[in-house]
């Protein structure tokens, strides 16, 4: 059952057995379990990422609906991650899933991220995304970030001591961001490439997001690659 669930990515050379048994072996974080976090945690479920942690203290509101595609209008007013649980079980029963019913904050991060081989951030909010990233810098995890609004989407791949880091990039006084408007094939096409960089990072492919942000403009269906240099004012990686 689990050789034939996989048989098409192990066909692919760049998987094979080896790398399959590799996927199996490793263990994944997903910050946020919104539209990024859907399709990211269906995506890494699919390929069969052995052990995945997800977090999100939030509940399902019906405005969630139009991209989040692990909830359904019934699960309206439950929390996330319980309902995320149920809906990621019944589609891939052999991972190990680790739900965490909470926001991300300094306190938590720190020994959230540490058990784990790759973190995937899924949240708009900046003050989140550094404490995670100041985490990830500290215990050498690497970390994938992405974000969206409207059309537009980003991917940025930070690998701790190598790379450019997010304090290289945003300030923890920006202010805060007022709901972003999204669209579902946005939501996903950013989240599916979050994923792909997961998976470069777990299988030691080339990953093209190392130290540099892909800007995706979904309206042209155009990409675009800008290298961030390291700040070597950086609070968090600039010491
Ligand atoms: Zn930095």
């Known amino acids: 059952m689990l050789a034939e669930r996989y048989e098409r990515q192990i066909a692919l050379p760049e998987i094979g ?65 319980e309902a995320a649980h149920k809906r990621l079980r019944a589609f891939a029963p052999e991972p190990t899933l680790e739900p965490l019913d909470a926001f991300v904050t300094p306190d938590n991060a720190p020994s959230l991220v540490s058990r784990y081989d790759v973190v995937l951030l899924a949240v708009d909010a900046i003050p989140a995304r550094l404490a995670v990233n100041h985490a990830c810098v500290e215990a050498g995890v690497p970390l994938v970030d992405a974000g969206v609004d409207g059309f537009h989407g980003s991917l940025f791949t930070v690998r701790p001591g190598k790379t450019a880091c997010l304090g290289c990039l945003y300030s923890a006084s920006a202010p805060e961001q007022p709901a972003v408007p999204s669209f579902a094939p946005i939501v996903s096409v950013v989240a599916s490439l979050q994923a792909q960089c997961a998976a470069n990072i777990l299988l030691n492919l080339p990953n093209p997001t190392d130290g540099r942000m892909l800007l995706f403009d979904g309206a042209a269906m155009a990409t675009e690659f800008v290298t961030i240099a390291r700040n070597p004012r950086c609070p968090i990686c600039g010491k």
């Open 17 to 81: 057995e080896a790398g399959q048994a590799r996927l199996l072996a490793s263990s994944a974080l997903v910050v946020g379990c919104g539209g990024l976090g859907s399709t990211l945690l269906y995506c890494l479920c699919g390929m069969g990422v052995g052990r995945i942690g997800f977090c999100d203290g939030d509940v399902v509101s019906a405005s969630n609906l139009n991209r989040q595609f692990l909830y359904t209008p019934a699960d309206v007013g439950r929390k996330k991650t």
